[in-house]
């Protein structure tokens, strides 16, 4: 089939990388302007956009592609659009350009986590398993009917960052099937059963506060879920602490108070104890707590 892909970050990349490997044809990759990126603000490529140049792809980018993209999506009359994190919401007219229409890679077990992040809060809820989706594109933000989906184990320490990448190779394999079993008519399509979605706000840098009144548990999936970004924190002496480690321990004590800088920085919570294994202190570099803690001598009984 010829394809018109829309994408934008890291995660979409090895989804480009397979439909191109792929029998069928990519007519055009379309992405996010260029934006500034870092300290200096330099003007840079999105990562779909460098694999996809860096594949002989024709690309396109737009503001706003409701606006500015239709009559160019129009001209190169696709057979189908798959979107994986573009980060825009398409219109109806672009959704009937294709003959079948729009399809998207979503990296959560649908009708559950629709919504800009998925798998972070996969980890911080604590889920065993999680996966992708590959769901007919429609108006309403991942309401679409499902096509297919896979599954896979969340590993009890992994980070959102660490399970971004498996998603990211899963959803390779996941378009690939699904676009060959629409092409040849195999592919029957669910309705979502709605009663049972569950929607996630994007996430904000404040979101990664920690609250110590909540369990050990709770807190290790939150630091688990913010890395690598945007880092569960802390305050200590009136600089932010970031939290990139931690392990739970069967202790207790008042929540918030430390109980123990032996092994580690062990603070107690409102159920057990989180041991602060890897740190960063605001205007100093990232570490373990050992190292740390020679530095800083944080005295039995402080209250973060």
Not at 168 to 177: E, K, Q, R, T, Y
Not at 191 to 201: G, I, L, R
Not at 243 to 248: C, R
Not at 253 to 266: P, Q, R
Request: net charge neutral.
């Amino acid at each position: 089939m010829k394809i018109v892909f829309l994408g934008t970050p890291d995660f979409a990349v090895p989804v480009l990388k397979a439909i191109h490997g792929s029998k069928h044809q990519i007519l055009a990759v379309v992405t996010q302007p260029d934006r500034p990126v870092g300290r200096k603000a330099i003007i840079t490529p999105c990562a779909v956009k460098t694999c996809a140049l860096e594949l002989g792809l024709s690309t396109l980018s737009y503001e706003k592609i409701r606006l500015e993209g239709v009559n160019d999506l129009k001209a190169l009359n696709p057979d189908i659009m798959v979107t994986c994190a573009f980060g825009q919401i398409l219109s109806q007219e672009i959704l009937d350009i294709a003959k079948h229409g729009v399809i998207n890679v979503h990296a959560s077990l649908l009708p559950k986590y629709r919504g800009s992040a998925p798998i972070q809060y996969s980890i911080i809820n604590g889920d065993k398993e999680t996966g992708v989706t590959i769901m007919q594109t429609g108006l309403e933000v991942d309401s679409g009917d499902i096509l297919m989906q896979s599954k896979l184990e969340i590993m009890p320490e992994e980070t959102a960052g660490e399970l971004f990448d498996r998603l990211s190779v899963l959803g390779a394999g996941a378009i690939v099937s699904a676009l060959d079993g629409i092409e040849r008519g195999e592919i029957t399509p669910v309705q979502q059963d709605h009663s049972k979605a569950t929607h996630v706000k994007m996430i904000k840098k404040e979101d990664g506060v920690i609250d110590f009144n909540k369990s050990a548990t709770d807190i290790k999936n939150l630091i688990r879920g913010f890395n690598p970004w945007p880092i569960a924190f802390t305050k200590y002496e009136g600089k932010t602490l970031k939290i990139f480690k931690a392990s739970v321990l069967d202790k207790s004590g008042v929540a918030g108070e430390v109980l123990s800088v032996e092994n580690g920085i062990t603070v107690a919570t409102a159920n057990g104890a989180i041991v602060l294994e890897e740190v960063q202190l605001e205007g100093s570099k990232r570490m373990s707590a050992k190292e740390f803690l020679l530095g800083h001598k944080i005295p039995v009984g402080y209250r973060f």
